[in-house]
């Protein structure tokens, strides 16, 4: 027996309200079956429902605290290193270079990476899909943005703690999760 | 009466679906109702959205009901409430009174 297509299975299982997933999913693969396997409808079906779920997500209030997520762990950061970054020019202008060492970097990623921590508790697993991705496009852009001036390590440990962190914060949601958020999460 | 008492095209095509499907009227089944009988190719997602607002507005209720069997999936019922029944009606008599009169050409 064929499976359902892959990529248009797991953009419905982003999309979709996770209440509403094993529904629409469910009803997918039986319409799926009665028609042959046809990959094609399939893809179409889910293709076309994807506004929908999102826009059924968003009335539910369901994306907004991964957005908060996505926000939290990219925007405070950056906000930390020019802050930072504005402190040492005026303290010691001109050893800012070694002040740019290992101290600040270590400062920086224990920083981001708590408050990706943080995030992560708000946001839910299928929140992540969105918010790792857009959390590293604003760690990057963040670093352009701020001098440019951070060394190609900085950027990757950067992208990884957010990532890891994230991921920690809503492991740790889904570990210690209050009953009245299931439909939520 | 104001202007949310009224149903959207699409939101009295899967009221009528629910309506005409009784006690059978889970996602799928709807669309395949508005398929057969509108001749309109619905996607799941916007029928289980459109269900979803209408249920946000009291004019359907839903219930979850159990597999038949070990290797069934737990489906969601939908039915039409009263006030639901009562927009279908208003939409129905606007509708009536707005096609009085109109003569169509081409």
Known sequence: MSRPPVLARWLVRIACPPCDLPHVLGDLDAEFALRGNSHSWYSRQALRSLPAVVAMGLRRWDWECSLLAIFMSAIAPILFMEAWWRYILCQIPLKADSLRGADFALLSLLFLGAVSVCAGTMSTPRGLWLAVPLAWLFVLLGGAATHNTYPAWFHVSSLTVVAFALAAGAWVRRKFDHPSDERRA | ?106
């Open chain 2, 1 to 106: 009466m104001a202007k949310g008492d009224y149903l959207g095209e699409f939101e009295l095509l899967v009221m009528l679906a629910v309506a005409r499907l009784d006690n059978d009227a889970y996602g799928m089944e709807v669309r395949r109702e508005i398929e057969s009988t509108a001749g309109r190719d619905a996607s799941i997602g916007a029928v289980y959205a459109t269900l979803d607002r209408l249920e946000g507005k009291g004019l359907v209720r839903s219930r979850e009901v159990a597999p038949e069997n070990d290797s069934g999936r737990t489906r969601r019922l939908y039915l039409i409430t009263a006030d639901g029944g009562r927009a279908l009606s208003r939409t129905r008599e606007a509708i009536d009174s707005m096609w009085q009169g109109v003569k169509v050409r081409g």
